[in-house]
């Protein structure tokens, strides 16, 4: 009578017979065995799909060119905005109006207004009128026009009073108390000259006597003599 097998040698013999099996046919993973019911059905290896390498090539390639086209547009600078452009007016500046005024007011003389301006916008800008002036014959409403003449508190000289008429005398230019636009009316005396005659009168005080339009520089002997018939001291 032969002895039994000892119960320990029966896995190892089993996994044996299993291991031919697997030699026999590779294809194998799980061969079922008397214990198949207890580790459930057999399971198959997921096997992944062979691609050509042409397709591999391909593939490769277009993920190269979509990482450098996401590189490249990473790195290309944000578009500037297009500068504000400032506007230009084509439109011609309003133009100036120079007129005269005279009279009872601070700084009488020219004054320059802008278009549009009316007599008490000259006023105010000949330094405004003195204290107790009489304004009953003057339009403060009146819209200025270039060249006038504005006679604040006096009367104001006749519409036919282009110049003297003839056999009637002009009246002399006190030089102690004209301004720079009556000087400048004198013949031969511009508004440089003008502006020596009051420079010099306030540096060195009234003058005494017609002669001493001498001292003025730009006034010489021919032009004294013109001047002597039309100034007075």
Not at 71 to 97: F, M, N, R
Not at 161 to 166: D, I, N, S
Not at 207 to 230: C, M, N, P, T, Y
Request: aromatic residues 2%.
């Amino acid at each position: 009578m032969l002895p039994r097998p000892h119960q320990d040698s029966l896995p190892t013999e089993r996994l044996a017979a299993l291991a031919d099996k697997v030699r026999a046919d590779p294809t194998l993973v799980y061969a079922r065995s008397e214990d198949a019911d207890e580790h459930g059905p057999p399971r198959r290896r997921f096997h992944l799909p062979r691609l050509p390498r042409r397709g591999l090539l391909a593939l490769g390639v277009a993920v190269a060119c979509t990482v450098i086209g996401l590189g490249s547009w990473w790195q290309s600078p944000a578009a500037e905005p297009a500068p504000d452009l400032a506007l230009v007016s084509t439109s011609s500046p309003a133009p100036e109006l120079v007129v005269n005024v005279v009279g009872e007011v601070a700084t009488p003389g020219l004054v320059t207004a802008p278009s549009g301006a009316r007599v008490a916008d000259a006023i105010r800008l000949a330094g405004g009128m003195k204290p107790g002036t009489n304004l009953h014959n003057l339009n403060l409403a009146r819209k200025l026009t270039d060249g006038e003449q504005i006679a604040v508190g006096i009367p104001p000289p006749p519409p036919d009073a282009g110049g003297p008429q003839p056999g009637t005398p002009q009246p002399k230019l006190n030089l102690n108390s004209a301004t720079p636009t009556e000087l400048d009316a004198l013949p031969g005396v511009g508004p440089v000259t003008a502006q020596r005659i009051v420079d010099h009168r306030t540096r060195k005080g009234p003058f005494a006597s017609v002669d001493q339009l001498r001292d003025v520089e730009g006034i010489g002997e021919s032009k004294l003599a013109k001047l002597s018939d039309l100034v007075h001291t």
